[in-house]
């Protein structure tokens, strides 16, 4: 959702507002709909695709940001030094174009593909695809050569069968007040965790996460200038503070909490998730320098002032869930893979 009212109705579905309740008669007629949609992809009534390569779906059960696309990213570059020969396919939310599937690279217009895959592609290195219709996008990548498949956001594209499903949850936020839409932020109610292989959630969580959950955070690694993609080290800081600091996801302030962390003094400005930029929103008139999240850089070439820094953060998974995740995918070296 984006522009005021979705962001209010955002932060009440999280805080819990009592008024939402006015709103459960609705949730109801969502909650018989998703019930009814899940049932005809399980009986056979509509069909289940079947890559033949294992397919990894990394999505969340609820509405605004979670730092799912973070993992995406480590998780690409996991299953490569592993020996797989990794593809992401994504909806690409966003995005509109002519024709599909639709390939991505760093130069696709994010009005075609969306900020998200053309970040994940940026990042990875690794073949990624856009499709609304994801088993037509995952049979793309199979036909390049990608041995196993990951879904981004694709919890709910049931179209596509799946060996694994990662819900990724916010540790501030967790799953809101636990109720579906339009009363809460969920997407499918709570009981779909027990349906799904793992969670994990992003930070210290502040909500008693379901049993055998893991945690991962996001560690910033490196500055990249937009302008031409120079990099720095996180300190010394390349900019003088304070800084104008800018911020379309879906928690705002998760951003500015870790530019305080960094030693970074900023004017924070929120904005939308996916919010669509323009010249007048970095056109600040105080000489300060402008920093941004990675996603927001994508839609940000050619609009934002020379002196804009890109924070880039990468997902740092607990132990304990490498380990598992190793177990049910064996290394392809180790076992005889060409790749």
């Known amino acids: 959702m984006s522009g005021s009212l979705g962001e209010r109705w955002l932060e009440a579905a999280y805080r819990g507002a009592p008024w939402l309740g006015l709103l459960r008669p609705l949730e109801a007629l969502y909650r018989w709909t998703v019930a009814r949609r899940a049932a005809a992809f399980r009986t056979g009534r509509r069909a289940v695709w079947q890559a033949g390569v294992p397919v990894i779906v990394v999505g969340n059960l609820t ?3 979670s730092g799912k696309s973070p993992l995406t990213a480590w998780l690409a570059r996991h299953l490569a030094a592993r020996g797989w020969r990794p593809g992401i396919v994504s909806r690409g939310y966003g995005g509109r174009a002519l ?4 390939w991505v690279t760093r130069e696709t217009p994010v009005a075609e593909c969306g900020d998200e895959p053309r970040m994940l592609a940026r990042q990875t290195g690794v073949p990624v695809v856009v499709d609304p219709d994801r088993p037509r996008g995952a049979r793309a990548l199979i036909e390049a050569g990608c041995d196993i498949l990951i879904s981004d956001d694709g ?6 069968g799946r060996d694994l499903e990662l819900v990724v949850a916010d540790g501030r936020w967790g799953f809101g007040n636990g109720r579906c839409l339009p009363a809460g932020p969920l997407r499918e109610p709570l009981s779909r965790l027990d349906t799904v292989d793992a969670v994990l959630v992003n930070g210290e969580p502040a909500f008693s996460p ?7 955070r996001l560690q910033p690694v490196r500055w990249r200038r937009l302008a031409d993609g120079e990099a720095r080290e996180l300190a010394p800081l390349p900019f003088v503070c304070p800084v104008n600091a800018v911020a379309g996801i879906g928690h ?3 951003f500015f909490a870790t530019l305080k962390a960094l030693g970074v003094t900023s004017v924070p400005h929120a904005l939308g998730d996916h919010h669509r930029y323009t010249a007048s929103d970095l056109a600040f008139d105080d000489g300060r320098a402008v920093v941004m999240t990675a996603k927001d850089a994508e839609k940000c070439d050619g609009l934002a002032p020379a002196d804009t820094w890109v924070l880039e953060v990468e997902a740092e998974p607990d132990a304990g869930f490498v380990a598992w995740l190793d177990q049910r995918l064996p290394d392809r070296h180790r076992i005889g893979s060409d790749g």
Do not use: N, S
């Open 155 to 160: 919890l709910q594209h049931l179209a596509l």
């Open 210 to 216: 379901p049993p055998g959950a893991w945690t991962f």
């Open 99 to 102: 024709h599909y599937p639709l």
């Open 63 to 65: 509405l605004g940001g």
């Open 252 to 254: 705002p302030q998760r």
